[in-house]
């Protein structure tokens, strides 16, 4: 027995019969070797179908790269697990599967905020909410968007300056894009005397307005909307088939020109100081 004992721990009598179970094992390996480096090959133009096909859904290649890029690696993790498995080491697996889960969910925690302005720069790209190049207004910010990832959405604002908006902001509140309607509304809030004739003030202004570029399929809207302290508030609202700020503001700029033209020659006093004005938003 003491001999056998001595036998079996031969380093010798140990390396041959590694080489025994290497043989065996040998078709196993090469089965496994040759799976994965087809999962690692086929990875890529998995990729590519996938940049292919999210560009044309998501119209941003950026995103869509980024997608694309989980796409490969959840195929790649499906392959080791399938390979683990040809080498017969199913408890490994379960390990890994079970680790797995742990780390997700730690991680998942972890980038909460991170993880939702992904999913939320997902949900509005295939959404097709908006896209790089389109003027928009979001969270108080309004400007034209330059770049978008998976974290942020980038806004160059009128003054030059960028803001970098999280995407979950972008997607839980309210986004103004300028872009998809073509047009935006314009608003001039002028005061007059309480004793002038609204009747010919209205057609003055109508007049006015024949000479000022703005959308004429739209109507010009003008409005009384409030009497108080001896003046009558007066609203005027207009549409224009552009919509950056420098438009906003030079139709606005050659409103106010005809307006004050028309009162002139009409000999119509507006008060001063000027009264300040209620904001409409509607």
Known sequence: ???????????????????????????????????????????????????????????????????????????????????????????????????AGILGLVLGLALQDTLSSAVAGIIMTTRKSYKVGDFVESNGYLGTIVELNLRNTTVRLTTGSDVKIPNKLVFNNPLINYTLTGEVRIDINIGIYFDENLQLIETILRTAFKDVTYNKNRDLEIFFTDMSDGYIKVLIRFWISKFKQADQLQAKNKGIIAIKSAFDVNGIKVPFPFPMMDSYKS
């Open 1 to 99: 027995m003491l001999v056998q004992a001595q036998e079996s721990t031969n380093p010798w009598v140990q390396f041959n019969d590694w080489g025994h179970h290497f043989v065996e094992k040998l078709p196993m390996l090469i089965t496994a070797f040759v799976f994965m480096m087809l999962v690692i090959f086929l990875s890529r133009y998995v990729k590519r179908i996938a940049i292919r096909l999210l560009s044309h859904r998501a119209g941003n290649p950026a995103i869509a790269t980024v997608m694309a890029s989980f796409i490969s690696i959840i195929f790649i993790t499906i392959g080791i697990f399938i390979t683990l498995g040809i080498l017969g080491l199913d408890q490994t697996v379960s390990s890994l599967l079970a680790g």
